[in-house]
């Protein structure tokens, strides 16, 4: 993996169809305590890839900045990432990303072309073979280009189970401790036999658009919910069919250089495409009509 996340908390200020934090199934959202944050920050020394900040939205975390702070203090600012929607109302937050992270990952789920994945739709419903089910299940595109997390549980091989073990308040987690992420394959079998048969996402189903707050759930899952979670209260979900898609809708056609500085405008920002693949910022300085023209030729450029 070339990420590792702490997620610090799982509130947002949206609400997604299919998110794979379950945001606003939970009856009250998370905020990692300071003391964790170290603790987790401290265990990814010597990892030599990114390192990343996620939620939920984590500009919504009371203690954002200290938290970037401690960061940035010990882990090299090359390899910290930060994955957020740019709030309204958090532009205050814009110098304190661009000290810290050498990475940006704009995740705004404003538009009607952003889809998910039904992750509460368990493969354990679908294949009813065991060795037929883990060998989908071992050959996940999630797992091959995702992430694994910490979160105030503990730490977890995928940030999916990570996301699981918060809204199920089950399963056992590995302790924050220095050098965790050195574990292999053969050390996940527990998390594996325990959150992969619950989740979707290496099942070729239909994907939802995130504007739609609807959740696709299967029947097992529901049943475990139904007590518990607030969009079930809500009403919004939907009981899948199971049914497997021949051509799953894109999710990244959006996610482009365009549509990502139109947002980081909104912060006095601007993103350049790093070697990485991914999006550093830079502070627009400069006098107001310098400011005026670079942001008058960054709607001339990508519109909006």
Same mark, same amino acid.
């Given at each position: ?9 799982n509130a947002?200020?949206? /609400? ?7 945001? =606003? ?15 987790? *920050?401290?265990?990814?020394?010597? &990892? ?7 939620g939920g939205?984590?500009?919504? =975390?009371?203690q954002f ?27 205050? &937050? ?8 050498? %990475? *940006?990952?704009?995740?705004? %789920? ?10 509460? *739709? ?16 071992? %050959?996940?595109?999630? #797992? ?6 910490? /979160? ?19 399963? @056992? ?29 290496? +099942? ?6 995130? +504007? @739609? ?10 049943? !475990?919910? *139904?007590? !518990? ?29 365009? &549509? ?11 993103? +350049?495409? /790093? ?9 627009? $300085?400069?006098?107001?009509? #310098?400011?005026?023209?670079?942001? $008058? ?8």
């Amino acid at each position: 993996m070339d990420t590792i996340q702490i997620e610090i908390t799982n509130a947002c200020n949206h /609400n997604c169809g299919n998110c794979t934090r379950f945001c =606003h199934h939970v009856q009250k959202p998370f905020f990692m305590d300071f003391e964790t944050f170290k603790t987790a *920050v401290d265990s990814m020394a010597k &990892y030599p890839k990114m390192t990343g900040m996620m939620g939920g939205e984590p500009l919504l =975390h009371p203690q954002f900045e200290e938290f970037c702070e401690y960061m940035k203090s010990k882990l090299p600012k090359r390899q910290l990432g930060l994955w957020t929607s740019l709030p309204p109302g958090k532009e205050r &937050y814009a110098k304190t990303i661009v000290d810290t992270f050498d %990475h *940006v990952f704009i995740n705004d %789920h404003s538009r009607d072309d952003v889809y998910h994945a039904p992750v509460l *739709v368990g493969i354990e419903e679908i294949y009813k073979d065991p060795r037929e089910m883990f060998y989908v299940i071992n %050959h996940c595109w999630a #797992q091959m280009s995702w992430s694994a997390s910490i /979160n105030q549980k503990g730490t977890f091989f995928c940030e999916i189970a990570a996301s699981m073990a918060m809204l199920f308040d089950e399963g @056992d987690a590995w302790p924050i401790e220095p050098g965790w992420w050195w574990r292999t394959p053969k050390d996940f079998r527990e998390q594996i036999e325990h959150y992969c048969p619950r989740c979707g996402l290496s +099942v070729p189903l239909p994907r939802r658009k995130s +504007v @739609d707050s609807i959740d696709d759930i299967s029947q097992k899952n529901y049943e !475990r919910l *139904v007590n !518990r979670s607030k969009k079930i209260a809500k009403g919004e979900y939907k009981i899948s069919d199971l049914v497997l898609s021949n051509c799953p809708e894109p999710m990244a056609s959006y996610k482009d250089t365009a &549509y990502r500085n139109r947002i980081a405008s909104r912060y006095g920002m601007y993103l +350049v495409v /790093n070697d990485m693949g991914f999006w550093t910022p830079y502070i627009v $300085d400069g006098t107001k009509q #310098q400011q005026s023209s670079i942001f $008058d030729e960054i709607k001339r450029t990508y519109g909006g």
